[in-house]
């Protein structure tokens, strides 16, 4: 069975600080998401990661994934207050699960001034 | 362009009833996913249909739950005898189809079962 973890659950930044999600996924996987959802709404697809080494970066996040370690990170860089939000990793196994995707528990990001 | 819609937005409902949420995803997308999202069991796929193949119905978690696409588009996903275990907000998402594709999520229905 699929198992996905975050860590941390919960982070309490200041704005202007760099930090680190870590996502670890416990079997082979055949691509990683990153999403994001903000309170009361919907999720909302932030990077899909398909390969070993595979680092894509959109403003202030950058994802990165290491199959080799089944691992995901989720870089923030100089953290703003709209960055605030809960955030998702998800694995798509592929194969005979391709499409459904396991989901870790969410961290819930919280950014001070 | 229109996303992911979900309706109703809301639904209470009393425990024993049963309840129908229905989800249209985005024109063109073949393929269509529910999964459930819950304080005590965070995001849980539910069923997956693409195109007219059979759909993987191995998340849902009884013989209560079954959902239905009608003409490869809108989807309705049924919950008979409703359970308090059953409240949640069920999210329908999306995606072209092709492998590997990005799923885009609804707003999603939250449920309550009183």
């Known amino acids: 069975e699929l198992k996905v973890e975050q860590n941390p659950l919960f982070l309490s930044m200041q704005e202007g600080k760099n930090y680190t999600i870590y996502c670890n996924y416990s079997?082979?996987?055949?691509?990683l998401y990153w999403y994001r959802q903000d309170p009361g709404k919907s999720l909302e697809s932030l990077f899909v990661?398909?390969?070993?080494?595979a680092v894509k970066q959109e403003g202030r996040l950058m994802a990165s994934l290491d199959t080799k370690a089944r691992l995901s990170t989720l870089h923030i860089t100089a953290a703003v207050h709209d960055l605030s939000a809960t955030y998702f990793c998800?694995?798509?196994?592929?194969?005979?699960?391709?499409?459904?995707?396991?989901f870790g528990q969410g961290t819930i990001l919280t950014v001070h001034p | 362009g229109a996303g992911v819609s979900q309706s109703p937005s809301n639904k209470v409902t009393e425990k024993g009833k049963d309840v129908e949420l229905r989800c249209d995803p985005i024109?063109?997308?073949?393929?269509l996913y529910w999964y459930r999202q819950s304080l005590g069991q965070g995001l849980e796929f539910l069923i997956y249909?693409?195109?007219?193949?059979?759909?993987?119905k191995s998340g849902l978690p009884s013989d209560r739950f079954s959902a239905e696409r009608t003409g490869g588009s809108v989807s309705t996903l049924t919950i008979q005898r409703t359970q308090q275990e059953d409240s949640a907000v069920y999210l329908c998402?999306?995606?072209?189809?092709?492998?590997?594709?990005?799923?885009?999520f609804g707003p999603g229905t939250r449920l309550t079962v009183l």
């Open positions: 998402a999306s995606s072209p189809g092709l492998r590997g594709d990005t799923q885009y």
């Open positions: 079997t082979t996987s055949d691509r």
């Open positions: 990661l398909l390969s070993n080494g």
């Open positions: 998800a694995v798509d196994r592929g194969g005979t699960s391709y499409g459904k995707l396991t």
């Open positions: 024109s063109g997308h073949t393929a």
């Open positions: 249909f693409q195109g007219n193949s059979a759909p993987d």
